[in-house]
């Protein structure tokens, strides 16, 4: 049921291009019924060109509480705010913000934060392990600020970058390597052997004619893989890796653990906490039938800053 909407809603956006398949508002939308928070989020398809006169006058409305940023825009929203968190600022973007007292706009970035969530759940170890992170663009940006913040004890010792585009995994790896500990560099090849944990943050598998973004053959056996993409799911490559009896999982779960830190920059606290104890109605919300079995799943949930 779609909560009533009065004069003392507040409103969250999800501005994208296009907007027909997200999946947050929904998400959005239900915790808020679920949680009674008189509140609502709505997709609005805004072009590149137009966000930033539509993000400064959306936030002119007093009931404009925040926003959640979907592609193309992630990019080119940390240079509309005044501030913005360590993940948003060495990934170069940003998927939330929101209107502080004084009228200045903070954001940040949660992907990474999704993603340390869904490998806790699914059981993938990364802490102290070599991962190859397929793609170089903001996705494998927030990943790999994600997986390095940790140290080498608390997140990973080798991260590498592979990317089709001559030099982008090497700019990545670069700004990553300034600033954590963990090894980050680029590669010149998408060969998985020697991993421990190979993450999809390239496009490949959303067409059927699309090639597997690595040979799931070359992986160790003891590997794992993450794909983030959501549509199409289970993808050819999360498939080929089950196959061969890997630990192989995809995108959702990365969405589902991002809502808790969402809810948190939001000032919805008790809201956050609700879902890190049960987010399954969620997972009934997103996951395709091809996943209903993974929907009660145990879930341990994880912040990146503990062990």
Sequence with gaps: MFPSIVGSTSLYLLPGDPVTNVRLPRMFNAVFERCGIDAVMAPVQVGRR???VFVKAAFLARNVRGMVIAP?????????LDGCGLFGRVAGSANVVRRIENGELEGDLF???GLIGALD???IPFRGKRVLILGAGVSAAAIGVAL???GTVNG????AFYDVAAGKAAGVAAKLDAFFDATTVAVDSNDPAGYDLVVNATSLGLKPEDPLPVDVARMDSHAALFDILLRGQ???IVRAARERGLNAQAGFEMLIQQMPHYLDFFGHKDAA???RHDANFLRELIYPASMAGEIHAPLRYHSASVA
């Design 50 to 52: 137009d966000l930033a």
């Design 72 to 80: 193309p825009h992630k990019p080119s929203l940390v240079d509309l």
């Design 111 to 113: 992907d990474g934060e």
């Design 121 to 123: 759940r699914y059981n």
């Design 148 to 150: 390095a913040e940790g």
């Design 156 to 159: 990973a010792e080798h991260i």
């Design 234 to 236: 289970p993808t050819p």
């Design 273 to 275: 906490n609700a879902l």
